[in-house]
Nanobody, 123 residues
């Protein structure tokens, strides 16, 4: 069992930056995907970014603006978000997968989820 707790959300103006953190209750091995997702009210939760080992992948909508990273020594996942847009407004969730050695981007591939942190970008 892994407990995930996100932090770092808040209100920011368009063009600004935020860094989200996700603290895990125990070590999450680098050979398992850890990801960030987001949900806007009334819509499905959508993939944002994933990291496994040194490999990363991003949704097209955030490529070049967001960077996912992890600090295994601190059991922490990060999402650096730059050049934020109003359409980035959502609740952001971190998640951990039980699938070994594979980048996964579907919500159904993830077993553990945090409670979410609100990001609001004003225009």
């Amino acid at each position: 069992q892994v407990r995930l707790v996100e932090s770092g959300g808040g209100l920011v103006q368009a063009g600004g930056s935020l860094k989200l953190s996700c603290a895990a209750s125990r070590r999450t091995f680098s050979n398992y995907s850890m990801g960030w997702f987001r949900r806007v009210p009334g819509k499905e939760r959508e993939f944002v970014a994933v990291i496994i080992g040194s490999n990363t992948d991003y949704a097209d909508s955030v490529k070049g603006r967001f960077t996912i990273s992890r600090d295994n020594a601190k059991n922490t996942l990060y999402l650096q978000m730059n050049s934020l847009k109003p359409e980035d407004t959502a609740v952001y969730y971190c998640a951990a997968s039980n699938k070994y050695g594979t980048i996964v981007v579907r919500t159904t591939d993830y077993t553990y989820w945090g409670q979410g942190t609100q990001v609001t970008v004003s225009s």
